[in-house]
């Protein structure tokens, strides 16, 4: 048994300088595609509350035809704001498949960040209308940021976009995050909000619906970020039976995604749209919903490309790790 062998470990400020939001898009997308085929696996999910407050959760999975296995443990712990630290933690581990042996340990923050920031925008690729000029945003935390930044990547159209703040309050930073590349203020009414906009992204904690199914107009898309844990949700009841349903996962959207609440919804896999399995056709009138609950496909396609720069740029800490 070797007795050389080291174990990577790449911290978050490692982490970020690795990433380019056109290569993450990319990688999503494969993890995506990866899925549709079956050629990779996503394990089922452990996502569970604890007696700290904190949500505690796993998410693994494979690609044995490219010797990639690994998994995501994450969560969210609320009561860390109060202490100055950021309430989503986790760590990415993966693996060798042949051996089972660690092959680095990545900090996840920033790769679930990007990851989901990127599978939403593909998300409006595929589902928004191209000239969708109006955007109304649920939330301002670190999600928030990088779909709306995905969302002006993507949508060259997007020029105006209105806010909804915890508690109705402006925020001030997240307004200067994105000054010079769209108009951008707080909403004072949600409903309005939502009534006058192309596309809207729900970026909450889920704590239940944000606005009324009456104010949705024909022809609006729906990025839903917040419904990742049995019982949270975004979207007000009787909209997902009116939209045309996307989600990343079938199984697992239906376990702790928007679709829990209506489970016999009709939906598509977005890997099936990429992939040309699935047709799609959007009708100017057609409301589109993605319900994004995350795989752990897209923390792994993400996760290599990190450890592969890593590598090249000699980047992170290697350890003694012998067997």
């Not at 700290?52 to 860390?80: C, E, Y």
């Not at 955007?135 to 670190?142: Q, S």
């Not at 704590?207 to 019982?231: K, S, Y």
Request: aromatic content about 6%; hydrophobic content about 45%.
């Amino acid at each position: 048994m070797p007795h050389d062998a080291r174990l990577l470990l790449i911290d978050g400020a490692a982490v970020a300088p690795l990433l380019q939001p056109a290569d993450v898009l990319e990688a999503v997308r494969e993890a995506f595609v990866l899925h549709s085929r079956r050629e990779g696996r996503v394990f089922p999910v452990v996502r569970e509350a604890l007696p700290t407050g904190g949500i505690f959760g796993i998410k693994s999975g494979d690609v044995p035809g490219q010797g990639l296995l690994g998994f995501k443990a994450a969560g969210f712990w609320p009561a860390n704001r109060a202490a100055g630290g950021e309430p989503h933690q986790a760590t990415i581990l993966l693996a060798d498949p042949l051996t089972g042996r660690p092959l680095c340990v990545i900090d996840g923050n920033t790769i679930t960040t990007a990851r989901t920031g990127a599978a939403g925008g593909i998300g409006l690729q595929m589902l928004a209308r191209p000239g969708s000029a109006r955007a109304c945003v649920f939330g301002t935390g670190v999600q928030a940021r990088v779909q709306l930044d995905y969302a002006l990547r993507q949508l060259p159209a997007l020029r105006e976009v209105a806010y909804v703040a915890a508690r109705g309050r402006t925020d001030a930073a997240f307004e200067a995050a994105f000054a010079g590349r769209c108009r951008i203020a707080p909403a004072t009414d949600a409903d309005a909000a939502v009534a006058a906009a192309d596309i809207v992204i729900t970026a909450t904690p889920g704590g239940g619906p944000l606005f009324d199914a009456a104010a949705v107009r024909p022809g609006t898309h729906f990025n839903c970020v917040g419904a990742d844990t049995r019982g949270k949700r975004e979207l007000p009841a009787g909209l997902l039976e009116r939209a045309r349903v996307v989600v990343d996962d079938r199984a697992q959207a239906t376990q702790i995604g928007e679709t829990q609440w209506a489970p016999d919804t009709p939906c598509d896999e977005i890997g099936d749209l990429l992939d040309g399995r699935v047709a799609f056709e959007r009708g100017l009138g057609d409301i589109t919903v993605f319900d994004m609950t995350g795989l752990a496909l897209q923390d792994l396609t993400v996760a290599r490309l990190v450890h592969q720069r890593a590598l090249a740029a000699g980047a992170g800490t290697a350890v003694a790790w012998p067997w």
